[in-house]
């Protein structure tokens, strides 16, 4: 039922009990979503529910048939929802489904807690943290301020790291389904029939699956490579010390940080990019200043790359063979760094057997709902290899055990997804680029606005980066906004719900931004839509 008039988790709970009184069982109310979902008895008349509504102060609106009937634990099957994995999508939908009263599973066959507290955002970010202590001390713009860089012990920054993650792993994740309730199973998942899992012998029997078994680095089929030897973001991160040299393969967002993690602790590092530019999917302007930002550090970014093969010297160092713009090249280094995309985890599921179909990335095909091939089957996270966000994984792991527990049915939207690259200096993007939105047949402005316009960076003597907006042409509606600086990725922010909520360059460059923030630049760049922004004072509106 659509209900108008709920504005809190007060209206929520006000709209579930005149429900409940006029026969509705198993009330959700939502406020933010403007409806109701609840279990409606034979016999029960939907008049009477529209009059209870009304009468406690809210619009009742129309109503619809969402889902069949839902089968609860014992009966036909063991669980309600059975999940794989147990990552950010998954602990999002098991957390969902208990709220909403279901029996869960998680099934689980190695470490708890997927990739981004175990190998991905929370290790990788303490790290960097601390390359770029040590890169500051050494590297600033101050006159006057002696500050020295002596030395960086890798093994001890790991080892740092670890503690950071085995903790964050109790308290997110371990703890979690105590506190929930839902039962942890330990052990291999496999398909043995379209309805029906087997875990280490033991027969599983569920009304719904998802499947949360998130994704792997992906190793290009090089010839030489494995004999070679190579490191992945994972392995990468549990080294002693920085190696001396480093070739990585690929120049995307893990390319980018894993590189200049490693040029900051002493490694001399060479990014390598199939494509004509470093972030091709970005605007060239981020593009740009991003290559500037390696280049002044001393990293190597090689485009329009082909590797023909890799090897090793009679000394013991890896050795890639290389076609770059037509001309062979060899280059040699102490690791090869693999960082060229991500593999699905599927190959131990049986999903043949569970009629799930992949699609032609190796990943479970999905529809808008997340559900697969199989009515009783959906995939969440990274396994659908939608945007590899751990926010993106939780977001789908909720919707998707909404939607297989019989909710309203809503898609996935994705149209004001933010992504933040954790480089210095930060590149963070949301909605489309000026490309995007002309092959989508929208007419467009855009201003570009360079960080030397900006009062923050330029009283950081920083002023390296650049801001980006891109408005529907006629509305100045903001489709996007893209940028390379200092804190970008907190920034993004206030751009992700100025696009999501379409606001207008007028709305940002009319409203307050605190001076001498990087978040102004936000205001500046739609200022220059319609002036001069180096004409204005200091902080002139």
Known sequence: MKVGGMTCGHCEVAVGRALEGAGARDVEADFRRGEAVFALPEGAGVEALRRAVREAGYEPGAVE?????????????????AIIGSGGGAFAAAIRAVERGARVAMIERGTVGGTCVNVGCVPSKTLLRGAEIYHRAGHHPFEGVRTKALAADYGAMVAQKDRLVGRMRQEKYLDLVEEYGWELIRG????????TLRVEGRRISAAAYLIATGARPAVPPIPGLEEAGYLTSTTNMELEEAPESVLVIGAGYVAIEQGQLLSRLGSRVTLMQRGPRLLREQEPEVSEAMMEALRREGIEVLTG?????AGKTEKGKKRLHLAVGGEERVLEGEEILVAAGRRPNVEELGLERAGVELDERGAVRVDGRLGTTNPRVWAAGDVTLGPQYVYVAAYEGALAADNALGGAGREVDLSALPGVIFSDPQVASVGLTERRARERGLEVQSSVLPLEAVPRALVNHDTLGVIKLVAEAGTGRLLGAHMVAENAGDVIYAATLAVRFGLTVSDLAENFAPYLTMSEGLKLAAQAFGRDVSRLSCCAA
């Open 65 to 81: 048939r969402v889902g069949g009937e839902r089968v609860r634990g014992g009966g036909r099957h063991d669980y309600d929802l």
């Open 188 to 195: 291999e998942a496999a398909f043995e029939d379209e309805g």
């Open 305 to 309: 790359v082909r590797i023909e093969r």
